[in-house]
């Protein structure tokens, strides 16, 4: 008799759920992304109930309102909504089946870590390019006004458009291979069909196109995180509001939100303080490479000749500045061990409180003191190699 009872529970319990079911994404799971926002796609039998569905945060109470609600094969309404994840738990509350739609949520900033294969990990795509039940109203066909052109190489897939409309075409900044829907050049492996995320080391995946770059490897020296193969930790593959799809401005902004110690360098209106006029003008790049380069720091070429590239005046001189016969490189830095003469050796080449961007005081001789300690023929250091 109870079994009955409890059979019969089951039994309605099962039948209502069939009737309103969520697609997208599982009930219970983890998300790694870049992108924040996530598709809950909700199918729903009954046209009665079609208005009573809704989504809420279920901490917050607040609810979200659908994207759109579409009618598709057998009567079945396809209600969409559009949810801002929170970086944590994220509780979500499917009403009027009380369902519950637990995430966790991590941005993905470097893809380093990432390891995809987790089967805790929810992946839209992990197993099947698209359900069928997607693809009936989710096709190839482009949305008249836009312009993909098929080019010669990459993977021509128009197909992602339709649900991934921002992907495709926002951003000031538009990365060609995803601006012209050759999404399945990075996001296929070979000889299977579903889609995969590329991750580890992307720079093979880069190295695809930008063959020419390739040549990195083999510089003397590369930048630390372009070294390690995380092109994605500064481009966005697809899209950005900055040249290069980066995700801050390259010429600056972007070096120092990790070399946190340079900030002062970009910041405006500082008092007391002198910066680089090429440095506020043209930024770090003027200099530096961001990926590699064949000198130390990755500097497009050896500091002193980096240097009087600009400052004409100075070119050729071995000897002769701040004062007559003085030497400008060859001998060793008594200030800093290991290195040579160089015109780092007196002026910072970002900024420094001191005029001309020296080290320290040129008044009072205050600068000479660093490396001539007392008596001006007593040089620390030298001599001692
Ligand atoms: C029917 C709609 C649909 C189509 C078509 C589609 N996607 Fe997706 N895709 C999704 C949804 C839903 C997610 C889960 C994330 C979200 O909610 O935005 C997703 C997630 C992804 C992810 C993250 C990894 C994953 O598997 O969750 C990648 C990469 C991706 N899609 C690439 C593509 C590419 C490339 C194409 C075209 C070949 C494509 N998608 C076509 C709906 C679609
Ligand atoms: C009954 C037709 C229909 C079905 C079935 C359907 N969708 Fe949609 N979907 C739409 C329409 C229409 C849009 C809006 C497209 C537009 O604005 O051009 C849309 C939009 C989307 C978007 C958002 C695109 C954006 O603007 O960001 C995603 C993601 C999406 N659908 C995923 C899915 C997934 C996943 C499935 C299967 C589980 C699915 N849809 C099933 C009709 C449908
Ligand atoms: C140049 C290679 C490349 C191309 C082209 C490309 N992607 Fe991606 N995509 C990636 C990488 C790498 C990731 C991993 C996450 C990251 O670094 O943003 C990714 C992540 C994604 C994600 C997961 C959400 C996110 O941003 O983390 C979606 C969805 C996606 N791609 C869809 C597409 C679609 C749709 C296209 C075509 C319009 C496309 N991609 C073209 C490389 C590419
Ligand atoms: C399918 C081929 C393809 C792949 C794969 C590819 N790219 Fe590109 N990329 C291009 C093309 C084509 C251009 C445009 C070149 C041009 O305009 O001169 C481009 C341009 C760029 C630019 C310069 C944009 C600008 O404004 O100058 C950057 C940065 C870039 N890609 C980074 C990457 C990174 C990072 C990856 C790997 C995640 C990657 N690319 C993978 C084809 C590709
Ligand atoms: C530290 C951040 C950073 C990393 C890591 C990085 N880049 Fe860049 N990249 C930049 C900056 C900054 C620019 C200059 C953008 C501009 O034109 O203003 C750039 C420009 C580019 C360009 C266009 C101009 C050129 O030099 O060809 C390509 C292509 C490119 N990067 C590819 C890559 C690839 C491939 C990787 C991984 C091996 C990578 N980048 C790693 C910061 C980075
Ligand atoms: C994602 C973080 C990150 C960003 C963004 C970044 N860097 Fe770096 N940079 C590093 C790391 C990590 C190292 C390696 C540090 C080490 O080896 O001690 C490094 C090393 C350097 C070095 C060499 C330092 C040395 O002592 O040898 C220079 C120069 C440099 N970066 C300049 C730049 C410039 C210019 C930019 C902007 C285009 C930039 N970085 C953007 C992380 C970053
Ligand atoms: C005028 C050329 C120039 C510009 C512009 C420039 N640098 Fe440098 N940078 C150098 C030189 C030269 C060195 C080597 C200094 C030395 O000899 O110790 C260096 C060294 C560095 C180092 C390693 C040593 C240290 O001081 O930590 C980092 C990191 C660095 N620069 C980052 C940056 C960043 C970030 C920017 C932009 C805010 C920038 N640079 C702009 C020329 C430049
Ligand atoms: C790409 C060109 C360029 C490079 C390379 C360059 N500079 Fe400059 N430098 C400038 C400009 C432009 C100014 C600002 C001139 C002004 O304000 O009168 C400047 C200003 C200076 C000043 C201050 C001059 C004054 O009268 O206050 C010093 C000192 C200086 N640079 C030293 C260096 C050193 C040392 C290096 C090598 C590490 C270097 N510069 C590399 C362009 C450059
Ligand atoms: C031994 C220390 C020292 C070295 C090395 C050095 N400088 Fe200077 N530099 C100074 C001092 C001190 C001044 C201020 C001179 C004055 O007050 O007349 C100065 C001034 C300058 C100025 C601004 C005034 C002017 O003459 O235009 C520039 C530009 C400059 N140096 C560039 C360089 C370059 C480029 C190098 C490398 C080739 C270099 N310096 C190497 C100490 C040095
Ligand atoms: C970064 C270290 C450094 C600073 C700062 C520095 N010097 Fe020197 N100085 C040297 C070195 C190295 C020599 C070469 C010593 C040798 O040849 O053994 C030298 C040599 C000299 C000589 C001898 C030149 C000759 O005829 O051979 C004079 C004079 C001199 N310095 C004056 C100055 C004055 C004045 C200042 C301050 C404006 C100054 N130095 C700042 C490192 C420095």
């Excluded at 697609?23 to 996530?38: E, F, G, M, Q, V």
């Excluded at 991750?199 to 083999?218: A, P, Q």
């Excluded at 006029?277 to 003027?286: R, T």
């Amino acid at each position: 008799m109870w079994l009955f009872l409890l059979l019969g529970l089951v039994f309605v319990e099962a039948a209502a759920a069939g009737e309103i079911r969520l697609l997208t994404p599982a009930a219970d799971s983890i998300i790694y992304s870049r992108n924040r926002n996530i598709n809950v796609v909700v199918a729903v039998a009954d046209k009665a109930d079609v208005g009573r569905v809704a989504l809420a945060d279920a901490r917050r109470g607040s609810r979200f309102d659908p994207v759109g609600r579409w009618e598709g094969k057998q009567g079945i309404t396809y209600v969409h909504f559009r949810v801002p994840l929170r970086r944590g738990r994220n509780m979500l509350q499917l009403a009027p089946v009380a369902r519950d739609i637990k995430i966790r949520y991590f941005p993905v900033s470097s893809l380093l870590n990432v390891d995809y294969s987790r089967p805790d990990i929810f992946l839209f795509h992990r197993n099947r390019e698209v359900p069928a039940e997607c693809s009936a109203c989710h096709t190839d066909k482009l949305p008249g006004g836009v312009k993909a052109g098929r080019v010669i190489y990459g993977r021509y897939s128009p197909g992602c458009y339709s649900c991934h409309p921002k992907t495709a075409a926002a951003g000031e900044w538009r990365h060609f291979p995803a601006a012209n829907l050759l999404c399945r050049s990075c996001h296929e492996k070979e000889g299977e069909k579903k889609i995969i995320v590329p991750s580890g080391k992307v720079e093979e995946v880069c190295f695809r196109c930008h063959i020419n770059d390739r040549k990195w490897r083999r510089a003397r020296h590369i930048h630390g995180p372009a070294g390690t193969g995380d092109c994605t930790i500064c481009h966005d593959p697809h899209n950005g509001n900055y040249r290069g799809q980066l995700w801050a401005d390259g010429r600056g902004e972007l070096c120092v939100a990790c070399h946190s110690d340079k900030k002062r360098f970009i910041q405006p209106e500082q008092r007391r303080f002198y910066v680089h006029g090429i440095l506020q003008a043209k930024g770090c790049n003027i200099c530096h490479s961001p990926h590699a380069s064949g000198h130390r720091f990755q500097l497009d070429h050896e500091i002193n000749d980096l240097c009087v590239s600009c400052h004409t005046r100075l070119a050729e001189l071995k000897r002769g500045h701040p004062v007559a016969n003085h030497p400008l490189s060859g001998r060793p830095d008594p200030r800093r061990s290991g290195r040579r003469m160089a015109c780092t050796s007196c002026h910072d080449p970002h900024g420094s409180k001191y005029k001309y961007l020296l080290i320290a005081d040129v008044r009072g001789g205050r600068i000479c003191v660093k490396c001539h300690q007392g008596k001006m023929s007593v040089v620390r250091g030298i001599g001692r190699r």
